[in-house]
């Protein structure tokens, strides 16, 4: 059913924004607020959920279309340095600050033989990539990501093959990254001209093993057994790493958090985290109704809190004292270039989605969600990074910016420090399969270095501004730093290689620093509001 305009008040506070009626948990607060709907948000820095780790705001990189090949990678290009790597790419994501990428898939590593992608670039075979249908020349592995990585200033977050690959090959990987020298392994990066070990720290159990389409799909038992048998095996290789266990693929899937709790079940001691994964859009009539598109990240939170509550069972039966973290290592909006057949090209035009305003909205609203949720999220990856499912798009000569590119930017540059605990008071809509949605969405942080706040604020109204009264707990600021917001009247308007700038930010009106402050925000909007105590 399509979402109505049916009107009331809630009031959101605490870790979630979720707004769930039925539920009870919030209260409503018609009385506060003023006939024309003026929303209130009370920021108190004493009241803060957790530290942000800015690895929620990571992204991902799979040899998929032409992320790799064409994407970052591109030896012959003049836009190539010497390693091959696109020059304007590197210096995008550089500029961006992505903190962690997860790289080599996805579905594509399920099939992936890393050996295949080290030694002399001459003698690596080309291969049939059998998770898209493509041909894999193996010209980019591993030493090569992690080389773009230190270019970039980025973290690796390596995926390990749970499908064909076993727990002995997987640790093998460990030991080739990690071990300085005097092993197999080791020996052999350094026979491969990589004398120094690169200490990676974090890595993915597999890809979506609950999955029929996943190469070597496996029952959440056999997965969790090998699980273990990898975890305990990568840990006898090194002692200090994080190994994030493969949650189920989404709650479209019959076996959602069912899968999670047997996994856990067989291997909760030896990791460390569990993923989660969301494609808003995808498979599901949601897109054909903007205000329920637009509450998206409402239903990313209500998955992150059940994960979680799987999580704490498992916890409670086994008496750990090990609280898990969330990796939500892959989300996004995609629905349209769904087809994952490379018709066996190299580097095929894959999932190359094009991104309007309204994405770019979604994305903004799932931003406040990993925000708020930072007490249990402390890692999640934007899928992808560049071509495939991304902000960024090139061609052989240029690099644009997606519209989804923005609220990326603005929560990898301004959200810093410690998450608020707001109160936010909103007008509402009713979705049917969410309850009531308030138009207003709010995430903010309070950099304890600086003092500096920033508010990310989502307004979900299609056809009016709305005004938020800001109420400074602790005072006035001492001056507005900066606000940018993300609007325009066509929903639908994207930006491309010809005309990249049809999406674009531009400054949002602020009244003067106050102990109470409105702002009026456009209708279908995002903005960023930056202030100095
Ligand atoms: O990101 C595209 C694909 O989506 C990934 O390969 C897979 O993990 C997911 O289904």
């Known amino acids: 059913m399509a979402s109505s305009t049916r009107r009331s008040f809630i009031r959101t506070s605490g870790l979630s924004a979720l707004a769930l009626g039925a539920s009870g948990a919030l209260r409503n607060v018609a009385d506060a607020q003023s006939s ?23 992204s991902f990189l ?21 390693g091959g790597f696109r020059r304007d790419v590197l210096s995008e994501i550089r500029t961006l600050n992505v903190p962690i990428v997860r790289y080599p898939g996805g579905n594509f590593v399920s099939g992936y033989d890393w050996l295949d992608g080290v030694g002399p670039s ?56 990690n071990v300085p020298s005097g092993t197999k392994w080791s020996d052999l990066r350094r026979r491969h001209g990589v004398e120094a070990p690169w200490n ?116 409670g039966r086994r008496k750990s004292a090990k609280r898990l973290w969330l990796s939500f290592d892959e989300w996004n909006v995609w629905y349209r270039q769904t087809g994952g057949n490379g018709r066996r090209e190299k580097a095929p035009h ?27 999220v402390k890692l999640a990856c934007l899928a992808q990074l560049v071509n495939v499912i991304a902000p960024l798009v090139t061609d052989a000569t240029r690099v644009i910016r997606q519209s989804i590119y923005y609220p990326y930017a603005w929560a990898l540059a301004y959200a810093k420090g410690q998450v608020l605990n707001l109160v936010t008071e909103s007008q509402t809509y009713e979705v049917a399969s969410i309850g009531q949605v308030p138009f207003i969405d709010v995430a903010g942080t309070i950099d304890p270095a600086t003092g500096n706040t920033a508010l990310f604020i989502l307004n979900r109204d299609l056809e009016n501004a709305r005004a938020l009264k800001v109420v400074w707990h602790d005072g006035a600021p001492a001056r507005v730093l900066g606000a940018d917001v993300l609007t325009g009247t066509n929903l639908k308007a994207v930006n491309t290689l010809d005309a990249p700038s049809t999406v674009a930010p531009r400054r949002l009106d602020t009244p003067r620093p106050a102990s109470e402050m409105t702002f009026e925000l456009p209708p279908r909007s995002y903005s960023v509001v930056r202030l100095a105590q």
């Open 36 to 58: 024309t709907g003026t929303a209130r948000l009370v920021v108190d820095s004493a009241r803060t959920v957790a530290t942000l780790d800015r690895r929620v705001f990571g």
């Open 62 to 82: 799979e040899h998929l279309g032409r992320a790799i090949y064409g994407g970052v990678f591109e030896p012959g290009s003049a836009l190539a340095d010497a």
């Open 122 to 177: 001459a003698a690596r075979p080309t291969v049939l990539d059998r998770a898209w249908n493509s041909i894999e020349t193996n010209q980019f592995g591993t030493n090569e990501f992690l080389s773009w990585c230190r270019a970039v200033g980025t973290e690796p977050l390596l995926g390990l093959n749970f499908g064909t690959g076993t727990a002995e090959k997987a640790a093998a990987l460990v030991e080739y990254c």
């Open 200 to 315: 990676v720290k974090r890595f993915c159990l597999g890809n979506e093993m609950d999955g029929n389409w996943q190469i070597g799909h496996m029952t959440a038992l056999e997965y969790g057994r090998k699980a273990a048998d990898a975890a305990r095996q990568m840990r006898a290789v090194d002692r200090d790493l994080q190994r994030v266990a493969c949650g189920s693929s989404g709650p479209g899937m019959a076996t959602y958090l069912e899968w999670d709790r047997v996994v856990l079940e067989e291997c909760y001691d030896v990791v460390d985290a569990i993923s989660l994964h969301r494609y808003f859009g995808l498979n599901s009539d949601v897109v054909k109704d903007d205000a329920r598109f637009l509450a998206s990240n409402l239903e990313m939170e209500r998955q992150i809190e059940e994960v979680a509550a799987v999580c704490d069972y498992v916890r």
């Open 350 to 376: 894959l999932l190359e989605e094009v991104y309007d305003l309204r994405d770019a909205l979604v994305v903004g609203g799932a931003l406040n969600s990993l925000v708020r949720q930072a007490n249990r």
